[in-house]
């Protein structure tokens, strides 16, 4: 079910809304526990799943306007990834980056770094 993303869009509570040009989903990672032991079979190494779940990282290029101001200063927010499709992705989130590109005859861009903490609610 190949689809677009034109039309859709990262808001904050804050009130931040960015209009995204790209971007990256967050990558969620379970670590792997190593239970290897002198005793283990065949020799090799086995492993458990963690019970903890890394909620990863929402990477996003956007259009940049000087006239707002990101949240890169704020606590942990709810953040709704809005889908073109109307589906949502909401999670409580917060900057770890910002910055942008200022070229002399081509439109201004920036770039963040949302970090996911906790679970992600699709609706």
Avoid: C
Avoid at 82 to 91: D, I
Avoid at 96 to 107: A, F, K, V
Wanted: hydrophobic content about 35%; glycine content about 12%.
């Amino acid at each position: 079910m190949a689809d677009t993303f034109f039309g859709g869009s990262v808001s904050f509570d804050s009130g931040f809304l960015a209009e995204i040009i790209s971007g990256t989903l967050p990558e969620q990672v379970r670590e792997s526990i190593d239970t290897s032991h002198a005793g283990t079979t065949g020799g090799k190494m086995t492993f458990i799943p963690s019970d903890l779940i890394d909620g990863g990282e929402l990477q996003v290029e956007l259009n940049f306007d000087e006239t707002a101001s990101p949240p890169i200063d704020q606590a942990a927010e709810s953040t709704v990834l809005t889908f073109a499709s109307g589906t949502t992705w909401t999670f409580s989130g917060f900057m770890t980056n910002y910055g942008g590109e200022l070229p002399i005859d081509d439109r201004m861009t920036a770039s963040a770094t949302i970090k996911v903490s906790g679970g992600i609610t699709i609706a």
